[in-house]
T-cell receptor
Framework: DAKTTQPNSMESNEEEPVHLPCNHS???????IHWYRQLPSQGPEYVIH???SNVNNRMASLAIAEDRKSSTLILHRATLRDAAVYYC??????????FGKGTRLSVIA | DSGVTQTPKHLITATGQRVTLRCSPR?????VYWYQQSLDQGLQFLIQ???????AKGNILERFSAQQFPDLHSELNLSSLELGDSALYFC?????????????FGPGTRLTVL
């Protein structure tokens, strides 16, 4: 499985933007970049995914480097509810998700 | 609420016992995935079923088995339980048709083996 590298933890102030980086230098042309997050005491939940172009949805934005070897999940205004572990996952087809250790995001009021 | 339900929420049992965890996927979803989350191993994929057939296998022990029934609900059976099997077990579902289908996770079953 292709691997991703994320910082272990990050901290943000409430209502400020957060940029969560992910490196995936061995990504193949058919791998989609998926982001999931896991809030405390809950199951993982989907955040966003993309292939080559930047993507936006109601939860976040995904910025993908031109060479696709890295990507950044952007939360435009962090809230306390965004405190979670964020997982960057490469996925080919409808395959199971391979979770790494993710980035634990803390949001300070 | 993801639409995926799991029962029971909590399960406490003794070593050597056998338990069954149940998952009801979202309405219309044909694919069910089981994941285990432990403190030392993180979130790990166990097994996937699609419309009643096993589709993919991950790090699932031989003591564990699963099945998906005609009504699409799934059960994960864990036998000869050991202390190390204590973990959160998540079920996820998706339509299973497209390569970019999002997986929707249930709230999990917390298993404690004493």
């Amino acid at each position: 499985d292709a691997k991703t590298t994320q910082p272990n933890s990050m901290e943000s102030n409430e209502e400020e933007p957060v940029h969560l980086p992910c490196n995936h230098s061995t990504i193949s042309g058919t791998d989609y970049i998926h982001w999931y997050r896991q809030l405390p005491s809950q199951g993982p939940e989907y955040v966003i995914h993309g292939l080559t172009s930047n993507v936006n949805n109601r939860m976040a934005s995904l910025a993908i480097a031109e060479d696709r070897k890295s990507s950044t999940l952007i939360l435009h205004r962090a809230t306390l509810r965004d405190a979670a572990v964020y997982y960057c996952i490469l996925r080919y087809g409808n395959t199971p998700l391979v979770f790494g250790k993710g980035t634990r995001l803390s949001v300070i009021a | 609420d993801s639409g995926v339900t799991q029962t029971p929420k909590h399960l406490i049992t003794a070593t050597g016992q056998r338990v069954t965890l149940r998952c009801s996927p979202r309405s219309g979803d044909l694919s069910v995935y089981w994941y285990q989350q432990s403190l030392d191993q993180g979130l790990q994929f166990l097994i996937q079923y699609y419309n009643g057939e096993e589709r993919a296998k991950g790090n699932i022990l031989e003591r564990f088995s699963a099945q998906q029934f005609p009504d699409l609900h799934s059960e994960l059976n864990l036998s000869s339980l050991e202390l190390g099997d204590s973990a959160l077990y998540f079920c996820a579902s998706n339509p299973g048709l497209a390569g970019t289908d999002t997986q929707y996770f249930g709230p999990g079953t917390r298993l404690t083996v004493l």
